[in-house]
C-alpha cells in the first residue's frame, strides 16, 4: 500500500503514535519481538520500551532509523513530524503541526492522484 493510500485510509495518519511506528517496523522487519527490533535498530530493549510507554518520545535519530525501515509507507519527515506533536503540550503548536502534516498529506495524495 502506498503512503496516500495508507494516509487516505487512516483518519490517525497525521498524528501517528511511536508505539505504532514501532510495531509497523517489527512487521516490516519480520520481527515479533521488541528485543529483536531493537537490535535491528540498534538501539536498547529499553529505549524501545520508553518510547513505547510514552515516559520518552523518539529523538531526531531513531525518528530517521524508523523512516528508513518505513519508507515505503510514509514520505521523509512524517515520522519526525508525528512524533513532534504527540509531546507538543501547546494546543497551538500543535495544531499547527497537524496542518503542516495535514498539507503534506494532501500534496502528496495529488501528487500520487
Given at each position: 500500500m502506498s503512503f496516500?493510500?495508507?494516509a487516505m485510509n487512516d483518519p490517525e495518519a497525521i498524528n501517528l503514535t511511536a508505539a505504532r511506528f514501532l510495531?509497523?517496523?517489527?512487521?516490516?522487519?519480520?520481527?515479533t519481538t521488541d528485543y529483536q527490533l531493537?537490535?535491528?535498530?540498534?538501539v536498547s530493549r529499553s529505549r524501545l520500551s520508553?518510547?513505547?510507554?510514552?515516559r520518552k518520545s523518539?529523538?531526531?535519530d531513531m525518528c530517521i532509523r524508523l523512516e528508513k525501515v518505513l519508507e515505503?509507507?510514509?514520505?521523509?519527515?512524517h515520522i519526525l513530524m508525528s512524533v513532534r506533536i504527540a509531546r507538543t503540550a501547546d494546543?497551538?503548536?500543535?495544531?499547527r503541526w497537524e496542518e503542516i502534516v495535514?498539507?503534506?498529506?494532501?500534496?502528496?495524495?495529488?501528487?500520487?492522484?
Open positions: 496516500t493510500e495508507h510495531d509497523e517496523a517489527k512487521v516490516e522487519l519480520n520481527v531493537a537490535q535491528k535498530l540498534e520508553n518510547y513505547r510507554s510514552g523518539p529523538d531526531a515505503k509507507k510514509y514520505p521523509k519527515g494546543p497551538q503548536e500543535k495544531m495535514g498539507e503534506r498529506l494532501e500534496h502528496w495524495r495529488l501528487k500520487d492522484v
